[in-house]
């Protein structure tokens, strides 16, 4: 068994405990006599497995009590649409356009109500974060929406805007627990499983309560939070496999140190990958200074077929997905929590190696 | 490993097989170095999963070519709504109001619609499949809902309605593959695919073309049949790893001799038990002749205090969630595509002991 390392912006690496542990509780897990697959959604064999999921994602984000925590399906496209259709009020609300996920949730929610984008950095390709200016802020509005990180992108926030009164909503999918974050700044954060959790097929929102109520008429009932909010995620089955190995890559972040630990590793992996970029004569990233991301590095050497040569021969040496997405061209580097230090270290090497090769 | 019989109404069983190839692939399948979870959904490693899914779906069900297969989340629940969203033209449909499940999707739909119920087996706790009258049906109606197999109280459609021109909707939650339709009957088939698919996480939506049409405004994109029929299940992130499961399925069912094979086992299955049943003194089945389930299958001694003694001791000898649904009380053994056949012939066997001893 050759593992390569997976440079995907998603679905990505899970860590290898993890993928050891469901390979060993396949047929029987624990003394149960089925697979986690198998369980009936309400027994006692699975209910556990779904309290514990919560209570260590809570446990390793510090979500204050104030706050629910749902496992929804459907995505965070699914999210864009119930984010507007629960918290229409006034029915208006802000959105900041980070890149093409920024931009689709804003268009969704057009679809609801009246959408204030308050900055763009589409000028750009969406390669910086943009400077915010609190004059363009609805201090009325209903939310106020940003992307954490911009996986196509390869941007960050390095600060969480403060909106003042308004509730914050954060689409985190591929940052969340790859850094500390003050959940209580935030209205509602939501993710996608299949970057920074487990597999795809999972959403996760934390949402502070009194934010909670009754939806727009013509909601369906599963685009109610408060569906998911009052059945504890369980109104209907729950993806419960996908939520069992979510709970395996929460137990491994704790054994880790917790997201501060790994918020270190993070930022010593991306370091190594940027560090190399800004010395480099071939390669570059394509991000500058406080905007950069430590989860997605899209990079280039300036010519396009370099690049393909580069995406070919990595492949061949077991470094895959490093095409870049086709806006911005070039490769990228996805390196979520579970991509070891080692991976980035051997790409370095492999990317110098090109370098004095080419 | 002492592996139980899991009689659970679902999630459910999952062939020994299909569990140990699962298994085995972990770490890394076939040669790409990776899990199938760990795989970007838009690689040339995972795209031949999801695209043989649906051949082989294809296949077994014989679907004809101007049909289209979707592999949607959120659940039967969310095809409730999505129905009626993606299906009002007149603003009226029929529904057959079969059970708990039926009785919820007519609820969601007239949010949205005018609905139409032309018969109704409420009265009898649902124990029965009511004869329809044609007079009552719409012949301008949108569409025609039923839901061929009704999980907690054990009914199944033997004949499948004709309801002319008007699209024919069914839920087969519960009984998608265990026994041969003729897909061309429906205009919609949908299915969950945690009792004969797969893991819980991944709705299968079969729906002729002509039908899928533009929305009622204010359907979010990811609840459009069009958006997930234009983009091959791939506007966003499918829930992949489950998809991987039901492939394997499909093929378990394709290696077995297909639907009509299995239609076969399933038969001889249920008729053991049901056998028992009529002959027993002291265990009787719930529901009568030509409306019997031969998925699931509740029974009763009439004596709750013996039920409760029967489900306990059943559960201590490795048969496991046997418990009736608190609406219609007594036992109710599951008995989907995974189960065995000997399965069923042990349980009898305890039941025949329980009987003796009691």
Known sequence: ????????????????????????????????????MEMSHR??????????AEALL????????????????????????????????SGKADYVITGMWAKKAAQEASKFL?????????????????TLDKSTFNPNADYFHITTNNTIYGTRFAEI??????PLIADMSSNILSEVYDVSQFGLIYAGAQKNMGPAGVTIAIMREDLIGDAIEGTPTMLQYKTHAEND?????????????????????????????????????????????????????????ASRSLMNIPFVTGNEDL???????????????????????GMRASIYNAMP??????????????????
């Open 114 to 130: 009246e959408v204030n984008k308050v900055a763009s950095s589409e000028d750009k390709t969406f390669n910086y974060i943009p």
């Open 43 to 52: 027994s006692k064999d699975y209910e556990p497995i779904i309290q514990e």
């Open 307 to 329: 690049d393909k040569a580069f995406v070919k021969e990595a492949q061949a040496a077991g470094f895959i997905n490093l095409k870049g997405h086709r806006s911005v061209g």
């Open 1 to 36: 068994m050759n593992r390569v390392y997976n440079f995907s912006a998603g679905p990505s690496m899970l860590p290898v405990e993890v993928l050891e542990k469901a390979k060993a509780d396949m047929l029987c897990y624990k003394n149960s006599g089925q697979s986690v």
């Open 341 to 358: 230090k080692e991976g980035v270290v051997a790409l370095v090497e492999f990317m110098k190696k090109f370098e004095a090769d080419n």
């Open 58 to 89: 809570r446990e390793i984000m510090q979500i204050p009590d104030n706050y629910k925590v749902m496992f929804i399906q459907g995505g965070a496209s699914t999210q864009f649409a119930m984010i507007p259709m629960n918290l229409k009020k």
């Open 233 to 289: 995620s369980m109104y209907n089955t729950p993806p419960t496999y996908t939520i069992y190995v979510c709970k395996l890559v929460f137990e491994w972040i704790k054994n880790l140190g917790g997201v501060a630990a790994i918020q270190k590793m993070n930022e010593e992996k991306a370091g190594i990958l940027y560090d190399y970029l800004d010395r480099s004569k071939m390669f570059s990233a394509t991000v500058e200074g």
């Open 161 to 166: 805007p403060d909106v003042g009164n308004v």
